[in-house]
């Protein structure tokens, strides 16, 4: 047995090259367990053994359709790597720009929600404080406000409301009713009325001929109804002590009803989301200390700086609508109220000021006006004559003088008259219409805005002069007139 395989062996080492070198031998039990050694040898002239027919053609057709579906993927991403590089680009400068828009919104809200807290503490330390004052005067405690009194020591009863103690005020003193001024409202931040003066306004350089300016006074003499010809100098009369006065309207009653009389002064500050309040002085002197005589709560809230005073009432636009009021002083009661036909409301037509300006109420020597626009104007100024005791209109004008392209108007002898700039300390009165001939004119009478924010200006036929509040200021002009050489 071993002499075989000795001689197989023997055959295997004598073998040269190649197949002594790389043949193998292997010995291993069979299935009957019998020993059985078994050799390789390669083979020098065939690199492969054949395989059985088909299965060679079958393999190499998988092997080569898995090797094209490969390919294929690889082109196609590498097509898309090339083709969308910049568009990929493209999309990641969008995300940083859009990542970066909102840090930027995520910061602004940061400092909004601040100024909400910061008014939030404002608004509850105001509140403790006049919590704590109301507490006082409830209780009678006085004695620090009449010790700020400048020219009275009078302090109101004890238990004594102060609205009480100023309505309770005879009309005829000339003490102030408890040394308290006006109630300041104290907003840090408030409601601003939404603005639209998105028209530029025109220079008044352009329209003011050289050398031209307020100049001297004129002469005396002149009586009478005739054309606005000079507006004199600004004078001031009172400076509002809080936000609420940034826009407001003071006035006299032209024509005053008992108990007032000619010289009592009317205020509203128009700053607000409710604007009610009406504070009464006795006259100019009264106003310029601060010290009102009577406080009346409007029963409607008042929409902007177009109230008016006529005959003993006070006439003007309820917020947020096309309704006109008529507010009887003496009764302190709504005596007629009226829409207004057609007219643009709450931000639709206002002076290039915007501050919902839409209808503005003035009085003149010949009756009671609104001077407003609709959508058939198409923004032009119209105006009616209103009956003062119904509201109900009387007659209208559709003027040719677009009402967003100016700043103010007012109405004097039955003539409009409208301001260029609301902001140039030196405008002019640049526009007239008639009512009685229809005309209207180009005009150039120089206007000063000193404290350049004019947002009202009303006639009163009675003291011949112009009011005004410009930028917290309450203030009047001189005017003169003459006779008209037609129109």
């Known amino acids: ?150 020219d009275s020591g009078q302090r109101p009863p004890s238990g004594s409301n102060l609205l009480s103690s100023l309505v309770a005020q005879p009309r005829g003193s000339s003490e102030s009713p408890s040394g308290v001024r006006d109630p300041a409202w104290h907003f840090s931040v408030p409601r601003y009325q939404e603005f639209k003066a ?58 005053p009803v008992a108990p007032y009389g000619p010289e009592t002064v009317w205020r509203v500050d128009t700053v607000g989301s409710e604007v009610r309040q009406l504070f009464g002085y006795e006259d100019e002197e009264q106003l310029a200390r601060g010290f009102p005589t009577k406080v009346l709560l409007l029963p409607e809230p008042v929409e902007s700086t177009g109230a008016a005073l006529y005959r003993g009432s006070l006439y003007y636009q309820r917020r947020r609508s096309r309704t006109l009021l008529r507010y009887d002083l003496a009764t302190e009661s709504v005596a007629a109220r009226r829409e207004l036909p057609h007219a643009g409301f709450h931000g639709q037509y206002p002076y290039s000021w915007g501050g919902y300006t839409d209808i503005d109420l003035a009085a003149d020597e010949k009756g009671l006006w609104a001077i407003y626009s609709t959508s058939k104007a198409r923004g032009a100024i119209v105006i009616s004559r209103l009956d003062p005791n119904t509201l109900e209109v009387q007659r209208s004008w559709e003027t040719n003088i677009h009402k967003q392209s100016v700043a103010n108007a007012f109405m004097i002898c039955g003539t409009l008259y409208t301001i260029n700039s609301y902001t140039s300390p030196d405008t002019t009165v640049n526009y007239s219409f008639n009512t009685e001939s229809g005309l209207s004119k180009p005009v150039a009478v120089p206007f000063r805005n000193r404290y350049r924010y004019n947002s009202m200006v009303d006639y009163n036929p009675t003291s011949r002069k112009l009011y005004a509040w410009d930028n917290f200021h309450m203030v009047s002009y001189e005017v003169r007139l003459e006779s008209r050489q037609g129109h």
Request: net charge neutral; charged share 25%.
């Open 198 to 255: 998105e028209v530029t306004e025109v220079p008044a350089s352009r329209l003011l001929p050289a050398g031209s300016g307020p100049g001297p006074a004129p002469a005396e003499g002149d009586t009478g109804c005739g054309e606005l010809v000079w507006v004199g100098e600004p004078k001031t009369h009172r400076k509002a002590d809080s936000i609420a006065g940034k826009y407001g309207v003071w006035m006299k009653d032209p024509f």
């Open 1 to 150: 047995m071993w002499l075989p395989a000795a001689v197989c062996l023997s055959c295997l080492l004598w073998g040269g090259g190649l197949a002594q070198s790389s043949a193998t031998l292997r010995r291993g039990n069979d299935q009957n367990g019998r020993c059985h050694y078994t050799f390789t040898v390669p083979s020098p002239e065939e690199g492969t053994c054949p395989s059985p027919p088909g299965q060679e053609g079958a393999l190499q057709r998988q092997e080569l359709d898995g090797l094209k579906t490969r390919m294929a993927l690889l082109e196609a991403l590498a097509s898309r790597w090339a083709g969308g590089s910049e568009e990929g680009a493209r999309g990641q400068r969008g995300l940083q720009a859009a990542y970066s828009q909102a840090l930027q919104e995520k910061r602004e809200l940061q400092r909004a929600r601040d100024g909400l807290d910061r008014q939030v503490q404002e608004l509850q330390r105001a509140l403790d404080a006049l919590r704590r004052e109301n507490e006082k005067l409830q209780a009678g405690e006085c004695a620090p406000q009449a010790a700020t009194l400048q």
